[in-house]
């Protein structure tokens, strides 16, 4: 008897030093880090997402020439009219480049965009964010500035809605798929 309790003691101790020797070598989990972008607005001024901090953002990365991104804006512009009130900011983030920036101004006001529009985006940008290589994509991102969920391709409004649902409401719920691919 007295040998198993020394045995189980033994297996115990081994345990929880393992606990400890692999907490000193691969580290405690680490908190997610803020999601930085910084761009400019349509007015020239820069812009920063960490300065929306404390807020649940939505950033749409769509382009002038995309046709997915002409699909789903319509839902966008409807979606941030209904969520602005409950405390979502939406951001339109432009990947055009310097030969299309010209066409931006048309493209808001063809569908009627009063968030706000942000250019210079790159795919660099996309790729520092866990984004994909294509347009349309859009990032949730938590009032801490954590990207929590990321739609890669068009985005349907059922998608949109039960994210926005999940992100504004109780998050002990299980969450949506944290990577949804819709891409061809």
Known sequence: MLRKVISYGFVVAAM???LVFGALV?????KAT???????DLDGKKVHLKDLRG???????????????KEEMPVFVELEKKWAAKGVTFIGASLDDKKTQKNIPEFVKKYQIDFPVW??????????????????????????????????????RAELEERLEWMTGDRSKPSPKPLLHNLP
């Open 55 to 69: 807020k649940i953002v939505v950033v749409n990365f769509w382009a002038t020439w995309c046709g997915p991104c």
């Open 34 to 40: 803020p999601a930085e972008l910084n761009l400019t």
């Open 119 to 156: 250019t210079g985006t790159s795919g660099d940008d996309l790729f520092k964010l866990g984004m994909g290589e294509a347009v349309p994509d859009t990032a949730f991102v938590d009032t801490d500035g954590v990207v929590l969920l990321r739609v890669q391709g068009e985005i349907h």
């Open 26 to 30: 691969f580290g405690a989990p680490k």
């Open 16 to 18: 929880a030093g393992a």
